[in-house]
């Protein structure tokens, strides 16, 4: 595998969408759990979403707002991100593991092997 790499965060107004991308080669979904943490400042990093055969999963705070997906063909995890909220302000990164997604009641930063560099995401009015 290759090293994940982010891209796609920016500025934008509350209420405003951004497209984050990922670049995974030699990743797929159907070995891999993919997913997305964020961390904003002076807090610890958090879950964001995760998906693994196509099934995805999302906590709460992206839960109607956010959509993650995955293209085996061109090894790219996206998140799209609807309707943010100057709460949503933070580093956003790519993550993997080997395997399907587990502890998903309290996902962990310990339980993901690969992570990219990340990419900001600013909401700011």
């Not at 509350?14 to 990743?27: D, Q, R």
Request: with cysteine; aromatic share 12%.
């Amino acid at each position: 595998q290759g090293p994940l790499s982010e891209s796609g965060g920016g500025s934008v107004q509350p209420g405003g969408s951004l497209s984050l991308s990922c670049a995974a080669p030699g990743y797929d979904d159907s070995n891999y759990c993919m997913g997305w943490f964020r961390q904003a400042p002076g807090k610890e990093r958090e879950a964001v979403a995760f998906i693994h055969t196509g099934s995805p999963w999302y906590n709460a705070p992206a839960m109607g707002r956010f959509t993650i997906a995955q293209n085996n063909a061109k090894n790219t995890l996206y998140l799209q991100l609807n309707k943010l909220k100057e709460d949503d302000t933070a580093m956003y990164y790519c993550v993997a593991v080997a395997g399907y997604c587990h502890n998903l009641r309290n996902p962990q930063v310990s339980d993901f092997t690969y992570w990219g560099q990340g990419t900001q995401v600013t909401v700011s009015s």
